[in-house]
């Protein structure tokens, strides 16, 4: 209960606040804006460059891979035909 009045006695102090002091707030703005866009479009260059570098690493390695053997193929069914059987058994009960 004690936050609930706090929240809204500052609620009605910002307000009050916006009305006597609007200028000064896009004063503030005004001049944040401009550093705001500049550090926005310098993080998006700087993840841009990064995933860029991540597809060049994936085109290498994509083309640097050995083929893999069929020993795995013949496990994996193995594996499913196990799964089937114990997927029957459970329904039959």
Not at 2 to 28: M, N
Not at 48 to 77: M, N, R, S
Request: with cysteine; glycine share 12%; net charge negative.
């Amino acid at each position: 209960m004690k936050t609930l009045i706090g929240g809204a006695v500052a609620a009605v102090l910002g307000v009050i606040g916006l009305a006597v002091w609007w200028h000064s707030l896009f004063t503030i703005i005004r001049g944040t804006m401009p550093i705001l866009l500049l550090l926005g479009g310098c993080l998006a260059i700087y993840l841009g460059f990064d995933e860029l570098k991540d597809t060049w690493k994936k085109g290498d390695a994509i083309d640097t891979a050995p083929v893999q053997g069929g020993d795995d193929i013949d496990t994996y069914k193995k594996e499913i035909n196990d799964l089937k059987q114990e997927i029957d058994s459970l329904k039959s009960k």
